[in-house]
């Protein structure tokens, strides 16, 4: 139980375009999910925090018109990169938490903007 | 803020040997610290989770120890073998629903 997904793992897009991601929990109603960032050889950084239903929290410092992150459902979220440029290239987590309070971290996805 | 330090950065051991990996945390103030094992290019494996109340926990061939005066933990692989090759990453969590991360320890075990 508590698997979660993402879709696509990887996507390679032209500067300028927008790329969504979705973050789906298979098995459990997620409450609350969460994006996260990896650059190479780095931490996890949290980018925002969002509740079914909800407008996100985002972290200081990341661009809530350039993230866009929706969360229409208890299973689904997504994160749309608006007009991408080679700096938002990085490793994409999502995570999602039931009533347990517990994090379940999807796989990622590796976006590459040209 | 929540800053989380892992130490070594990288380590490289023959098969067999045992092994320590150390984080720190600066705000002693935690609900719970977790670590995680993170494979190249994929997301992250649950490995063992500590609550701020609890001095250790053990599974298979990991144990991990919290210190949370002093603020630190350690995850102890014994016997590691080379399907251990992996980055670890420490995490914790503070009062809110966050994870905070370390830049994690990658390590190499070989044959």
């Known amino acids: 139980g508590a698997v979660v997904s993402q879709h696509p793992s990887r996507v390679i897009c032209k500067s300028g375009t927008s790329v969504k991601i979705e973050c789906r929990s298979l098995?459990?109603?997620?409450?609350?999910m969460f994006w996260y960032r990896q650059f190479p050889k780095q931490s996890l950084m949290l980018m925002a925090t969002s509740n079914e239903g909800s407008k996100a929290t985002y972290e200081q410092g990341v661009e809530k018109d350039k993230f866009l992150i929706n969360h229409a459902s208890l299973t689904l979220s997504t994160l749309t990169v608006t007009s991408a440029h080679p700096e938002d290239s990085s490793f994409y987590i999502c995570?999602?938490?039931?009533?347990?309070?517990?994090?379940?971290f999807g796989p990622g996805t590796r976006l590459t903007v040209l | 803020k929540q800053e989380v330090t892992q130490i070594p950065a990288a380590l490289s051991v023959p098969e067999g040997e045992n092994l320590v990996l150390n984080c720190s945390f600066t705000d002693s103030a935690i609900y719970n610290l977790q670590w995680f094992r993170q494979d190249p290019g994929k997301g992250l494996t649950s490995l063992l989770l500590?609550?701020?109340?609890?001095r250790e926990q053990t599974s298979g061939r990991l144990n991990a120890s919290l210190d949370k005066s002093s603020g630190r933990s350690t995850l102890y692989i014994a016997a590691s073998q080379p399907g251990d090759s992996a980055t670890y990453l420490c995490a914790v969590k503070d009062s809110g629903y966050a994870l905070n991360f370390g830049k994690g320890t990658s390590l190499l075990v070989t044959p």
């Open positions: 098995d459990f109603q997620a409450t609350t």
């Open positions: 995570s999602a938490s039931g009533r347990a309070d517990t994090q379940y």
């Open positions: 500590i609550q701020s109340s609890q």
